[in-house]
T-cell receptor, first 113, second 117 residues
Framework: GAGVSQSPRYKVTKRGQDVALRCDPI?????LYWYRQALGQGPEFLTY????????KSGLPNDRFSAERPEGSISTLTIQRTEQRDSAMYRC???????????FGPGTRLTVT | AQTVTQSQPEMSVQEAETVTLSCTYD???????LFWYKQPPSRQMILVIR??????QNATENRFSVNFQKAAKSFSLKISDSQLGDTAMYFC??????????????FGKGMKLTVNP
């Protein structure tokens, strides 16, 4: 595709529900990153994949958060038993193998009520 | 751990003027990159400029240039001839560079720039 795409763009869910956020990276990009951005803050790293391998998940806040990228392309970030504090913009970025620049998607704005 | 600090939360400037956004960072590593990202009201994240730590020459992209002071761990962004479209949040970001691939970005809290007509 022309750029990184994310779906849904907006998600409102009730506390306690599970949500799945999808990221489709730029074609050919082997590295994929997830970030979370609270209102008025900079993005914070969550996790990173190289192909299908999750290389770093040190930023995932707790075990309710998980991510996968089974075929080395599309990735899903899942939040179980959502809480109000999970409300934020969730951003995905991708880069080429050995690439320095990360290209960001439009984000998914998650609101937990 | 690496940290990035943007101490000015907000600035405003008149159209056509020059403005400088400040950023400091902390790391014990020697091989890294620094970036400035722009986030307009649409909330996209747009790369403005990047600097390799091993390069002494400051990066320049049209109206945007940086002042990279490695010893002082300072990385400021200068916007010349400010335009209304420059109104946005600006984020300074740091990335360690390991051989063979990209690494996570560490962002500052951001600074809101308003360009007034």
């Amino acid at each position: 595709g022309a750029g990184v795409s994310q779906s849904p763009r907006y998600k409102v869910t009730k506390r306690g529900q599970d949500v799945a956020l999808r990221c489709d990276p730029i074609s050919g990009h082997v590295s994929l990153y997830w970030y979370r951005q609270a209102l008025g803050q900079g993005p914070e790293f969550l996790t990173y994949f190289n192909y299908e391998a999750q290389q770093d998940k040190s930023g995932l806040p707790n075990d309710r958060f998980s991510a996968e990228r089974p075929e080395g392309s599309i990735s899903t970030l899942t939040i179980q038993r959502t809480e109000q504090r999970d409300s934020a913009m969730y951003r995905c970025a991708s880069s080429l193998a050995g690439g320095v620049e990360q290209y960001f998607g439009p984000g998914t704005r998650l609101t937990v009520t | 751990a690496q940290t990035v600090t943007q101490s000015q939360p907000e600035m405003s400037v008149q159209e056509a003027e020059t403005v400088t956004l400040s950023c400091t960072y902390d790391t014990s590593e020697n091989n890294y990159y620094l970036f400035w990202y722009k986030q307009p009201p649409s909330r996209q994240m747009i790369l403005v400029i990047r600097q390799e730590a091993y390069k002494q020459q400051n990066a320049t992209e049209n109206r945007f240039s940086v002042n990279f002071q490695k010893a002082a761990k300072s990385f400021s962004l200068k916007i010349s001839d400010s335009q209304l479209g420059d109104t946005a949040m600006y984020f300074c970001a740091f990335m360690l560079r390991y051989q063979g691939g990209s690494e996570k970005l560490v962002f500052g809290k951001g600074m809101k720039l308003t360009v007034n007509p």
